[in-house]
T-cell receptor, first 112, second 112 residues
Framework: AQRVTQPEKLLSVFKGAPVELKCNYS??????LFWYVQYSRQRLQLLLR??SRESIKGFTADLNKGETSFHLKKPFAQEEDSAMYYC??????????????FGTGTKLQVIP | NAGVTQTPKFQVLKTGQSMTLQCAQD?????MYWYRQDPGMGLRLIYY???????DKGEVPNGYNVSRLNKREFSLRLESAAPSQTSVYFC???????????FGQGTRLTVV
């Protein structure tokens, strides 16, 4: 079974402080991992995916297969980063179909 | 460039009423999903469809039914609405579990 765990419901940091949003996953196969962001009253949109290894809006995420983690990091938080962040895992379900599973999300609040 | 389109955007129902939320995507994606989003609960999967003609229950299917009408459309039906179904509903589609999921703008449903 696929499972994504985001242990923090809310993370508050001061502007300019480093940010780390935690994500752990459980999956027996080779996972595809994503971070999605939802700004206030907007639809979810892809922030980054592990396979592309890119930095988007200053955010990076490294897949650690040993720790089954995919934490999202940014060295210096900005007020516009305040949003809901979801970690997601793509893989095959028990029926052999592709499926994406989301974590419960972490609300990032950047304090001016 | 419509992407994923959901209708309606807002709806108020009385307890016991029924309604269908419509979702259509124009990206020729195989997989489609219905989620509900509640404060503090994040995204919870109601139903998903890995391909045309197949549907599977997610985490919270009780009180809902779905129809994958064709490859483009995936509807969610509430047969007898309850106040506990007050939520924001998101439809999403992807070309499989290991690719980006695209979301609709959401339906804000209130059951009184």
């Amino acid at each position: 079974a696929q499972r994504v765990t985001q242990p923090e419901k809310l993370l508050s940091v001061f502007k300019g402080a480093p940010v780390e949003l935690k994500c752990n996953y459980s999956y027996s196969g080779s996972p595809e991992l994503f971070w999605y962001v939802q700004y206030s009253r907007q639809r979810l949109q892809l922030l980054l995916r592990h396979i592309s290894r890119e930095s988007i809006k200053g955010f990076t995420a490294d897949l650690n297969k040993g720790e089954t983690s995919f934490h999202l990091k940014k060295p210096f938080a900005q007020e516009e980063d305040s949003a809901m962040y979801y970690c997601a895992l793509g893989g095959l379900n028990s029926g052999g179909y592709q499926k994406v599973t989301f974590g419960t999300g972490t609300k990032l609040q950047v304090i001016p | 460039n419509a992407g994923v389109t959901q209708t309606p955007k807002f709806q108020v129902l009385k307890t016991g009423q029924s309604m269908t939320l419509q979702c259509a995507q124009d990206m020729n994606h195989n997989s489609m999903y219905w989620y509900r989003q509640d404060p503090g609960m994040g995204l919870r999967l109601i139903y998903y469809s890995a391909s045309e003609g197949t549907t599977d229950k997610g985490e919270v299917p009780n009180g809902y039914n779905v129809s994958r009408l064709n490859k483009r459309e995936f509807s969610l039906r509430l047969e007898s609405a309850a106040p506990s179904q007050t939520s924001v509903y998101f439809c999403a589609s992807s070309d499989g579990g290991n690719t980006e999921a695209f979301f609709g703008q959401g339906t804000r449903l209130t059951v009184v």
